[in-house]
């Protein structure tokens, strides 16, 4: 088990907050580190160069919080090549005449550059700074209207609370949008919605007692939707799968059950045909499973607990999904006493873990160090974690 050597100085730790489109695709991820050294610029360069932050942003732009861009600018340079780099800036930089130079040297070096904040009345912004970015967590400030239409954007609005404030954000003219409006049960779920995703829980629970292919066959003809979406999901790059299936049968023996297994856990997620927007929680529902995979690998689990981690970080959604409560959803699975104690309790290491991952979820319940010690985690080993299971939901975000 890894442990945590206080004898080196404290790994800060690293946040990935997603930031999505009107439709609810990821757009980008905005990067924050706690506590931030303004010193620290060299962590930057650690996580594109090390922990490749590059390529886990798989086209998704990535957003820095620079209260210092002065400093920024002499200690980090230009931006990785093939990265979407935006500064967040503070508002007094972007309206200060005597800064316009630095936000046109680092314009010129490839950043976008995002306000933070609302300025003054009769401000008047650096021709480089295109957004604003406002915390929208106590709603839309009454002023902001007349500065999102005169700037081109895309504004983002932040820490949205609510689907019904995300409604009203959209409505103003923001574009991107960041906050935990996932993450609070749907109303809109429709009664064809539920009927599909009972099946999926039923083929869950086939697949996991070893049943015969002709018996999930016969259930998954039940249903289109689901049939397209499992072989949507399937010929997926985003599974790393790239030959033609043509029938169920060579899906399910092709695949292997424990590959079925988990498209079948994503799809409970998936959008269905007619769905205008991407469904929020299934890039949210898979970033918690890779990263509960990632960790558990990193303490040397095996494999078998490896895939009961994955299982319980996309099964911690499912009551947001289904609004209803969560024991009443898996009671029928016949799962795992493990899983089913980190699910319900958030006891055993996989609980440990789960509580970890819930806490990385930047601006929900403050994640510390002692948490990661809690669960046999090093901050390093965290923020790899962290980065890898982004890897994967950013692609999953656009190709599911």
Same mark, same amino acid.
């Given at each position: ?28 991820? #905005?990067?924050?580190? #706690? ?8 962590? &930057? ?6 922990? +490749? ?14 209260? /210092?861009?002065?400093? &920024? ?13 935006? @500064? ?36 008047? !912004? ?22 999102? %239409? #005169? ?7 932040? /820490? ?6 995300? =409604? ?9 949008? #960041? +906050? ?14 539920? $009927?599909?995703? +009972? ?31 499992? !072989? ?12 033609? $299936? %043509? ?5 399910? /023996? ?24 991407? /469904? ?21 689990? =095996? ?47 996989? +609980? ?14 403050? @994640? ?33």
């Amino acid at each position: 088990m890894a442990v945590q050597d206080k004898s080196i100085p404290s790994f800060p730790l690293v946040f990935l907050q997603p930031v999505a489109d009107v439709h609810y695709l990821w757009t980008a991820l #905005s990067l924050h580190v #706690s506590p931030f050294d303004e010193n620290g610029c060299d962590l &930057f360069s650690r996580l594109f160069n090390e922990f +490749g932050l590059g390529e886990a942003l798989n086209g998704l732009a990535c957003i820095l919080t620079v209260p /210092n861009p002065e400093r &920024f600018a002499g200690e980090f340079g230009a931006p990785p090549k093939d990265t979407n780099l935006i @500064l967040r800036i503070p508002v007094e930089y972007c309206v200060d005449a005597e800064r316009h130079p630095l936000l046109e040297r680092l314009n010129k070096l490839g950043y976008g550059l995002i306000a933070d904040g609302l300025p003054s009345r009769l401000a008047l !912004f650096s021709e480089y700074v295109e957004s604003i970015s406002l915390d929208c967590s106590a709603g839309i400030q009454p002023e902001a209207g007349s500065w999102l %239409t #005169s700037l081109r954007g895309p504004h983002i609005a932040e /820490n949205v609370p609510d689907p019904v404030l995300f =409604d009203a954000c959209r409505a103003e003219g923001f574009r991107w949008f #960041s +906050g935990e409006y996932p993450l609070l049960p749907s109303s809109a779920i429709t009664q064809k919605d539920a $009927i599909s995703r +009972g099946r999926l829980l039923k083929l869950l629970e086939l697949v996991s007692h070893d049943a015969d292919a002709p018996e999930l066959e016969a259930l998954l003809k039940q249903d289109p939707a689901l049939s397209y979406q499992l !072989f949507k999901l399937v010929s997926s790059a985003a599974f790393g799968f790239s030959a033609h $299936i %043509t029938n169920f049968t060579q899906a399910i /023996n092709l695949l292997g059950r424990r590959q079925l297994q988990r498209w079948l856990q994503l799809l409970l997620y998936a959008r269905f045909p007619g769905d205008e927007s991407a /469904n929020p929680l299934l890039p949210r529902a898979a970033a918690r499973a890779a990263m509960m995979e990632a960790l558990c690998q990193q303490m040397d689990c =095996d494999r078998d607990e490896q895939d009961r981690a994955f299982i319980v970080g996309m099964f911690s959604l499912l009551d947001v999904l289904l609004a209803m409560p969560l024991r009443l959803i898996i009671e029928p699975l016949k799962l795992p006493q493990d899983i089913v104690d980190a699910l319900m309790q958030r006891r055993g290491r996989l +609980g440990r873990l789960l509580d970890v991952v819930e806490r990385a979820e930047y601006g929900r319940i403050p @994640l510390r160090h002692s948490d990661l010690v809690s669960a046999g985690v090093t901050p390093e080993g965290y923020c790899r974690g962290l980065i890898q299971a982004y890897r994967w939901a950013s692609k999953v975000s656009h190709e599911a």
